[in-house]
């Protein structure tokens, strides 16, 4: 049974820092593609950060790049995202998602609302 199960959101004040985890289970985790994404109410579901499967490539939005950071670890079947100097605008639905060729599978999500 496939499951990507997201963790560590929470409520934080803007300027402050989260680390998101992705723990992953039913599927080689290594070989896949590991994306986060975010969906803020009313809005479209967006890219925020994804690295290759072996870590050697990463990708961010523009805006999140030098605040964010996606890592993974094989070893323990997760990725991370670390994240600093939050904004207001940060605050969404985190979700993790995974691809290998046409197999993709998607988590249940993580709250992050930055507000003071």
């Known amino acids: 049974q496939v499951q990507l199960v997201e963790s560590g959101g929470g409520l934080v004040q803007p300027g402050g820092s989260l680390r998101l985890s992705c723990a992953a289970s039913g599927f080689t985790f290594s070989m896949y593609a590991m994306t986060w994404y975010r969906q803020a109410p009313g809005k479209e579901r967006e890219l925020v950060a994804s690295?290759?499967?072996?870590?050697?490539?990463?990708n961010y939005a523009d805006s999140v790049k030098g605040r964010f950071t996606i890592s993974r670890d094989n070893a323990k079947n997760t990725v991370y995202l670390q994240m600093n100097s939050l904004k207001p605008e940060d605050t969404a639905v985190y979700y993790c998602?995974?691809?290998?060729?046409?197999?993709?599978?998607w988590g249940q999500g993580t709250q992050v609302t930055v507000s003071s």
């Open positions: 690295i290759s499967n072996d870590g050697g490539s990463t």
């Open positions: 998602n995974a691809v290998w060729w046409k197999n993709k599978y």
